[in-house]
């Protein structure tokens, strides 16, 4: 019989390399787990709690992925007729067994009883080694999920994959591991909590620490937001000027050093936001034609706020009055 401890404990598990870490990271935004493309980068089970105020409230326990399925499913089979969980038999027979480390490290949490998340990527088809993954899990017994994880666009494989899941799942649900929003992320915490009813008080109760969470990050990024511009509205730029310096050249450099100080102020303020909502690492790849990938000085954000070139230069000019710059400075050597 399972043990379930009062914390919600769920070991995610599946074949290697189907974005099990990738789960893990996006529901505990934890961005230390290593992700890579190499199948068998997890090799270890590994404890990513979340806490708030150092207070535990669900465990998200990464782990390799299954290694010899077809073997482990065979040897569980066998030994059925024992009154032990067979994850915990398996782990008592295996344990000192090095072949085997990487399916006794993934059962050990499930020998104590952690709910199951089963993470399959979706856009690929079927294969026996996923019978046989689905089956050791189901001949544990312990409340389980298969989450499908659609790596790719293909979705015409989705449809037998939930099928199949449904067989020997509790529950199955589709979640993109890489572009999940929080509400996405709240839905399936929700659906969790449904996995085994003694943790339901437990995922309740994190779900709305979250969602009061999340309303305090919009509000902080809003004061961040707004601290931003007040500073970039009363943002100055003086320059010392040796006697005889051409006026023009003075005038080029001021606004030259005006734009790169505006520019810092907003990757400040970027970096802040991006604190706010924990990406400590930060190397999105945008779509070719993001506008994102452009500063707030190039013609292209500012045709994207709307704006026509001589509507720009008004701005520009008024956010350039406290340089003491004058409109006809920027409208110097610009042809309409
Ligand atoms: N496009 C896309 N790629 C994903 C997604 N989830 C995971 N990946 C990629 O798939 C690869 C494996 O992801 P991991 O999260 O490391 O997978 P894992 O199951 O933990 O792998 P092992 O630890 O090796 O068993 C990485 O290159 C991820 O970037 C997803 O939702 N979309
Ligand atoms: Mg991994």
């Known amino acids: 019989m399972m043990n379930a401890s009062e914390i919600p404990t769920f070991a995610v598990v599946g074949h290697p390399n189907e974005g ?12 230390s787990l290593r992700i890579t493309d190499f199948p068998g980068e997890t090799t270890v089970c590994s404890d990513y709690s979340v ?30 007729a024992q009154k032990q969980h067979p994850a915990h038999a398996f782990v008592e027979a295996f344990r000192e067994d090095p072949e085997h480390h990487h399916d006794v490290e993934l059962l050990i949490p499930l020998a104590a009883g952690a709910g199951i998340i089963y ?18 899990l189901r001949m544990t017994g312990n409340p389980r999920m298969a989450l499908i994880n659609p790596k790719e666009g293909d979705d015409s494989f989705l449809q037998t994959w939930k099928e199949n899941c449904a067989k020997s799942f ?31 008080p437990a995922m309740l109760r994190a779900v709305g620490i979250f969602e009061c969470d999340w309303k305090k990050r919009i509000s902080d ?56 909502y924990r990406h400590r690492k930060f190397r999105p790849t945008l779509p070719e034609q993001s506008i994102l990938a452009e500063d707030l000085w190039s013609e292209r954000s500012w045709k994207m706020l709307g704006l026509s070139r001589r509507q720009f230069l008004m701005a520009a ?8 710059l004058k409109l006809d400075i920027l409208f110097a050597n610009l042809s309409f």
């Open 221 to 276: 990024t809003a004061q961040i937001i707004s601290d931003c511009l007040i500073e970039a509205l009363e943002f100055q730029v003086e320059m010392f000027t040796a006697k005889g310096e051409n006026e023009s050249v003075l005038r080029s450099k001021l606004i030259a050093q005006y734009q790169l100080d505006i520019q810092s102020l907003e990757k400040r303020a970027h970096s802040s936001i991006r604190g706010v």
């Open 317 to 324: 000019a008024v956010l350039g009055g406290g340089a003491g």
């Open 20 to 31: 099990k870490s990738s789960v893990v990271a996006t529901l505990t935004e934890d961005d």
């Open 51 to 80: 806490r708030v105020d150092d207070e535990i409230l669900i465990r998200f326990l990464d782990t390799p992925g299954f290694q010899y399925p077809q073997k482990t499913l065979e040897w569980m089979q066998q030994h059925s």
């Open 170 to 200: 509790n529950l199955t649900r589709i979640f993109n591991a890489h572009q999940a929003s929080f509400v996405e992320r709240m839905a399936l915490l929700e659906s969790l909590k449904r996995m085994h009813q003694d943790w339901e």
């Open 119 to 136: 993470v399959v990527d979706g856009s690929r088809p079927m294969r026996k080694n996923d019978v046989c993954e689905m089956e050791i």
